[in-house]
């Protein structure tokens, strides 16, 4: 993860995940493998499933 990420668990990344600079990922997120996140975007409580680009801010969602 580039050093300008912040975490906030509990946070699961799989294998092969791409996280842009300046992402916040959490609270309860699950990024499945290979799922892409663009810059400086924020994750709360979802799911980017496998190989899926999320390029907006969202949170209370599954992304297929």
């Given at each position: ?31 499945e493998r ?27 969602q599954?992304?297929?």
């Amino acid at each position: 993860l580039p050093a300008s990420v912040t975490v906030v668990g509990p946070v699961l990344i799989e294998a092969e995940c791409e996280v842009g600079e300046g992402v916040t990922l959490g609270p309860l997120v699950y990024m499945e493998r290979g799922a892409q996140v663009a810059p400086g975007v924020s994750l709360e409580r979802a799911v980017v499933t496998r190989g899926v680009r999320c390029s907006s801010s969202i949170s209370d969602q599954i992304l297929t």
